[in-house]
């Protein structure tokens, strides 16, 4: 949840520099939302609280370490990752043992999903094991919704009204009065 938090805030923090007028657009968004995300997870890394976490790659292939667990972040749904977010590095490649089921965790490789809506917005942020090009598992990471960054517009309830019973007739009717 600690990570999941991180990456809402810097995609929040971008979304709050975003300016169509001045040139930006969903490609400047997704660098700055990702450039954010790495600025707060580095800010984090090793402080209070965030002791278990450390930064293994500070440069574009960003990679950090939860423990012993190394992972990635990237914006997507969490069931359809793209090719980038597939490839794996050797630092993966020797992955520490985890008990996942089945699955021996020395194939799996873990990435953050962030899901966004039309406007950007984070909707999702799911922890995933990939095992070759599909999850082998997704865990959708509860986040608080009473922090989002564009207050949802809402309208109060209308008061409903009493409406007549319906007139209903078979069409053979309206042929014998000639009506309809």
Known sequence: MAIATLLRDARHDA????????????WTLG???????????KAAAGGAGFEWLDILDPTMRFMFTV?????????????????????????????GILDFGDTPAGELVFRFAVETDGLGEVTVISFT?????????????????????????????AEGVELPKPVVRKPSDDKKTGEG
């Not at 979304?15 to 969903?26: F, H, I, M, Q």
């Open 15 to 26: 979304l709050d520099r975003y300016d169509p007028d001045k040139g930006c657009n969903g």
């Open 31 to 41: 660098c700055e939302a990702f450039a954010f995300g790495c600025a707060k997870l």
């Open 67 to 95: 423990g012993d667990v190394i992972a990635r972040f990237y914006h997507g749904a969490a069931d359809e990752p793209n090719s980038r977010t597939l490839k794996v590095s050797y630092s993966e490649l020797r992955q």
């Open 129 to 157: 094991g990939l095992l070759g090009n599909a999850p082998e598992f997704v865990y959708e990471i509860p986040l608080d919704p009473a922090t989002p960054a564009l207050a949802p517009f809402t309208l109060p309830k």
